[in-house]
């Protein structure tokens, strides 16, 4: 592959599997990893002058303000990054023809239904994290034809924070941890998202939209929970709670499962279950 690509945001979560990715993987290209240090997105004209001078044919931005429920007091911190500065790499994208490959979220979704939800749902983000997202693909939408936005969700590796590493920190100094179950949708693997974010640059696709993608199968937090710390072998009980006993600033969808056959059908990709990719997650540990 000797596309140029550029990776916004290459200290998160996701930045790091991709250039733990292409290390293992050996992909062959030509990579420009910058981190919020280098380029702050919200610093435009730098922003600007760095896609000018790199050129890139794909931009991949792994920025984002994450922080779920502190959003809910920070909207505007929030909103700049989420909104107006992916508005703005929208912009310099179609000046400088770059394909925007965006990672989106659950978030923007309710969770009133039930039965999977597809691309064209109607988005009824709860908290300030999922409207600022929504907005954020909005402006993508508004100002570039040639982008990827790939709605994920509950977005785990064997690095830094998240639930995987958390509740497994937990669990080993703990003799039980509440979890709530009344929140049901799918894990995701960073390292198969990652996979499948290079299956859409290999395939030089034109096929731009919206896409969902997770790892296959439907659990609460607190099944997650359970398998991980079952499958580690740790001794903690895992006890069921309700998501009204474990209140946080931000309201979150009750029911997120995405449909994702779009981006199966698509790109020709098979999807592995939540729980053999926690399986491989742990045995690499
Ligand atoms: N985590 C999840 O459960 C989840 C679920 C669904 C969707 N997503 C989406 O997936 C994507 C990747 O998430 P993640 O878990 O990798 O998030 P993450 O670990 O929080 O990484 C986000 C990165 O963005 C950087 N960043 C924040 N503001 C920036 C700015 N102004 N300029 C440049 N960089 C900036 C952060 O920099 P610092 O390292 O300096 O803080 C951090 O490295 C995001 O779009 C997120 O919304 C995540």
Known sequence: MSTKILVLGANGQLGKSIKEYISIHKIDGDFIFTTRTEIDITDFAKLENTIKSIQ????????????????ESE?????????????????????????LIHIS??????????????????????????????????????????????RTSWLYSSIGANFFTNISKYARDRVSLNIVYD???????????????????????NSFGIYHYSNEGVCS?????????????????????LSAQYPTPAKRPAYSVMDKNKIKSTFGIQIPHWRESLGNVIANL
Request: net charge negative; with cysteine.
């Open 105 to 150: 979220t659950d978030f923007v979704f309710d969770g009133t239904k039930n039965t999977p939800l597809i691309e064209d749902e109607k988005c009824i983000p709860l908290g300030a994290y999922g409207k600022t997202k929504f907005d954020g693909e909005q402006a993508i939408i508004q100002n570039l034809e040639s982008y990827f936005i790939i």
């Open 56 to 71: 890139p044919s794909y931009i991949i931005n792994c920025t984002a303000y994450t922080a779920v429920d502190k959003a």
């Open 183 to 205: 929140q049901v949708g799918t894990p995701t693997y960073t390292m198969d998202l990652v996979e499948t974010i290079f299956n859409i640059i290999l395939s030089k696709s």
């Open 75 to 99: 909207l505007e911190q929030a909103n700049l990054i989420n909104n107006i500065a992916v508005g703005k790499l929208a912009q310099i994208s179609k000046v400088y023809g770059c394909t």
């Open 221 to 241: 937090w607190y099944d997650f929970a359970k398998e991980l710390v079952s499958m580690q072998k740790i001794e903690c009980d895992i006890l069921p709670i």
